[in-house]
């Protein structure tokens, strides 16, 4: 069975860093585009940034030049790099795969983030 298990979050100053990890385990079929979506208390879910098998990214505009995403396909791991927080990056953030030719979606349970001083 296919898991995506987030870590890193905490709570950190405003300013600070934190540095997300999403690892997918199960896996038998090519992950194809992975994500990070958050969602905050009264909000809606928004896509973070998303990076596909080949490397091609994107952000939202409210992260770009703060956060950076990455993944190591050896590992099935994906990584978010947030510098720079601020109170409003408050959330919690969601890991997302898509796998398989179908395509089929997946997600983790979700990590807090809370920045704070």
């Known amino acids: 069975q296919v898991q995506l298990v987030e870590s890193g979050g905490g709570l950190v100053q405003p300013g600070g860093s934190l540095r997300l990890s999403c690892v997918a385990s199960?896996?038998?079929?090519?992950?194809?585009?992975m994500g990070w979506y958050r969602q905050a208390p009264g909000k809606q879910r928004e896509l973070v940034a998303r990076?596909?098998?080949?490397?091609?990214?994107n952000y939202a505009d409210s992260v770009k030049g703060r956060f950076t995403i990455s993944r190591d396909n050896a590992k099935n791991t994906m990584y978010l790099q947030m510098n720079t927080l601020n109170p409003e990056d408050t959330a919690v953030y969601y890991c997302?795969?898509?796998?398989?030719?179908?395509?089929?979606?997946?997600w983790g349970q979700g990590t807090q983030v809370t920045v704070s001083s």
């Open positions: 990076i596909t098998n080949t490397g091609g990214i």
């Open positions: 997302n795969a898509v796998i398989g030719i179908f395509p089929r979606d997946y």
């Open positions: 199960g896996i038998r079929e090519r992950i194809g585009a």
